[in-house]
């Protein structure tokens, strides 16, 4: 006996398991719409978190990767910074620019308005750091060191209703309006914001506070391979600067490698999610094959007769499961691109296609047609031709 | 020359019944052979044990002097495929391929490509007289004419061996004789070896021999 030639080729297999499903009609739809729905689960879930990385990865990009911020912290012994700032302007060859940021609460007034807002004091070289521009009036100027001058944030100047030229009274002190911020937005990196509040020179802090701190510095590194080796560099200088003051620097890289791993994890929770709904979908499926193998018992008897070996059995309800799980794959994927698409343009994101969703989905999808579809088939194999054959 | 079937020493029992019991026979290549004997008496226990859709729980089954005992389910698909054809009371046509294709099945599973296959069929189909009937469904057709689909089913393979169990019992009596014809014909024209289980008399009379089963033994009845 030749085993070699023996059963039909793969393409009549495959052309009997179509046929065979065709047949089955409403039922093999349900089976494959509860694979479609697992696989939509995983492809969209997987998009939505990748787009939702790169969103978050955008956000902080737009405020530079280039960004050093160094947090101050004193002991009493220390005698006020803002006394005698810190040299900054030559602290390393890697920095663009460097700046001190000394914070307090204050409360302005402008006419009847009155306002609890944060004021920063800080040299010209803040608005190179942060990229500042005047929506109206000028920035600040070296100049400007010792004038009573205020710059006011996007919505802090909202909130005033002031303009370029008004008095304001900070404390005890009047201060003009000399310019007013375009927005930067917010960034979690920074110790201030700057649309919320107004910004004084340095030496102007001494006015609204007695012992005035400088609690950071914020610098800007040439590019940002060079920000680690800068900001070691600048945390060397701070601290043979101001001995007795702890000195550390922050590089927003360190922030953006922990957003991303955050990323990473909400993806794989949010494809654990897919899972279950493609676990469900093989359920789905194991369900219409052992419906399928109780239906054709006779079938499967005859078949066997004919010399249908078990192997042979077993193909045929196999392909069918992985068939179905197929369908349901190319349905899931095409619906879940298209979900995740429309979850994106709904929350004003960049839709990014994870190149890696589609091939998972397919895949899973595809095992999970197989494991689920396997009980069935053997069951359908073991079956003993006289058994099958018998008359209910 | 080996016999067409030998049994030797088979035992088979069913939910703790014997229903065979030390069974030993032999069947001589081209023969015609009735199994009679009352209802319930084992003529289809016997019939799937010959025709390997059943194995005996102890004693060997050889067909064409092959020893069947032992044989993997593989085995035993590819021995009835190459030597053995089926026919059914209930005719047992699959209802979802066509008359064609029904005939064609078990060359499928031989290996065969398709169109030599169908091409085969075709002509079997034309030599039990359903020439016209090829595409049509099992359902579409009489008790007699899917008789005759399932006996050129039956031969396509060209097996030495034909087992049929009650082939008669849903048939009228004109569709009846001629399916009793067209076996005898098979038997006679290609040699095919003829094993025929029914509960007529007359019809067990065409037969060149004749195997009573009764209480579980079988002897010669005439
Ligand atoms: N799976 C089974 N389990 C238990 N007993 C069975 C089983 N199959 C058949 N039998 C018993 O075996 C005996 C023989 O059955 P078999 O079908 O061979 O009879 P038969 O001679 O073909 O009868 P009939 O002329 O009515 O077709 C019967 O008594 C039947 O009840
Ligand atoms: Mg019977």
């Known amino acids: 006996m030749l085993a070699e030639h023996y059963g039909p080729s793969a393409s009549q297999r495959l052309a009997e398991s179509i046929a065979n499903l065709g047949t089955m009609g409403r039922r093999a739809w349900l089976g494959l719409l509860g694979v479609a729905v697992g696989c939509a689960a995983v492809v969209a879930l997987l998009n939505v978190g990748h787009s939702a990385a790169l969103q978050s990865r955008q956000l902080f990009q737009g405020m530079g990767s280039e960004l050093l911020v160094a947090t101050l912290q004193r002991d009493s012994e220390t005698p006020a910074m803002t006394a005698q700032p810190p040299q900054l302007s030559a602290v390393s060859p890697l920095l663009i620019s460097a700046a001190p940021l000394a914070m307090a ?4 007034r402008l006419g009847a308005i009155s306002e609890a807002l944060m004021v920063t004091g800080s040299t010209p070289a803040l608005a190179t750091v942060l990229d500042l521009t005047a929506d109206q009036g000028r920035l600040l100027s070296e100049h400007d060191a010792h004038n009573a001058y205020l710059l006011l944030g996007a ?5 005033l209703q002031a303009s370029v030229g008004d ?11 000399i310019g007013i911020l375009g927005p930067i937005g917010y960034n979690p990196l920074l110790p201030v914001a700057v649309d919320d509040g107004l910004l004084i020179p340095l030496q102007a802090m001494r006015r609204l506070s007695s012992a005035p701190q400088i609690s950071a510095v914020v610098a800007l590194a040439r590019d940002s391979q060079s920000v680690r080796v800068a900001a070691d560099e600048l945390a060397g200088d701070l601290r043979m600067q101001l001995p007795g003051a702890e000195v550390e620097v922050q590089v927003p890289q360190q922030l953006l490698d922990g957003m991303a791993s955050q990323a990473r994890l909400f993806s794989w929770l949010l494809a654990g999610l897919g899972a279950i709904a493609l676990l469900v979908g093989g359920v789905g499926v194991m ?38 799980a197929s369908g349901g794959a190319v349905l899931g994927s095409m619906v879940g691109v298209l979900a995740a698409w429309l979850f994106a343009w709904l929350s004003g994101w960049d839709f990014a296609l994870d190149p890696w969703s589609i091939p998972l989905g397919v895949v899973s999808a595809l095992l999970i047609g197989v494991f689920f579809g396997l009980q069935p088939a053997l069951a359908a194999a073991r079956l003993q031709p006289v058994a099958a ?3 209910e | 020359m080996s016999a067409a079937i030998s049994l030797e020493h088979v035992h088979r029992s069913l939910g703790g019944e014997v229903i065979l019991g030390d069974v030993s026979l032999s069947i001589a290549h081209g023969q015609s052979c009735a199994i009679v004997g009352p209802s319930g008496s084992g003529k289809s226990t016997l019939l799937n044990l010959i025709g390997l ?3 005996p729980c102890h004693g060997r089954v050889l067909i064409g002097g092959e020893n069947m005992t032992g044989a993997s389910g593989a085995q035993r698909a590819m021995m009835r495929n190459r030597s053995i054809g089926f026919v059914f009371q209930s005719f047992h046509l699959l209802p979802r391929l066509t008359v064609l294709d029904n005939v064609a099945l078990p060359l499928f599973y031989r290996g065969m ?3 030599r296959a169908r091409c085969a069929a075709r002509r079997q189909l034309q030599l039990v007289g359903l020439g016209a009937r090829m595409s049509h469904r099992p359902a579409e057709l009489s008790g007699g004419q899917r008789q005759r689909v399932a006996i ?3 031969l396509v393979g060209e097996p030495q061996l034909l087992l049929a169990d009650e082939p008669t019992g849903n048939l009228d009596g004109e569709a009846a004789a001629d399916v009793l014809e067209l076996l005898k014909a098979l038997n006679r024209e290609r040699g095919v070896t003829l094993l025929l289980v029914t509960h007529d008399p007359a019809m067990a009379s065409h037969m060149q021999r004749c195997l009573n089963v009764r209480a579980g033994q079988v002897g010669d009845a005439r």
């Open chain 1, 287 to 324: 369900n219409v094959m052992l419906m399928s193998v109780i239906e054709r018992r006779r079938e499967i008897g005859v078949r066997m007769a004919l010399g249908a070996r078990p192997v042979d059995i077993a193909w045929l309800f196999l392909l069918e499961a992985v068939i179905l």
């Open chain 1, 105 to 108: 609460p204050v409360e302005v």
């Open chain 2, 113 to 115: 490509p398709v169109p």
């Open chain 2, 53 to 55: 859709l059943d194995e």
């Open chain 1, 155 to 159: 919505i802090a100047a909202q909130q």
């Open chain 2, 152 to 154: 050129a089913r039956a």
């Open chain 1, 167 to 177: 008095q304001l009274q900070l404390g005890r002190y009047l201060f003009e309006v």
């Open chain 1, 389 to 391: 054959l018998r008359d």
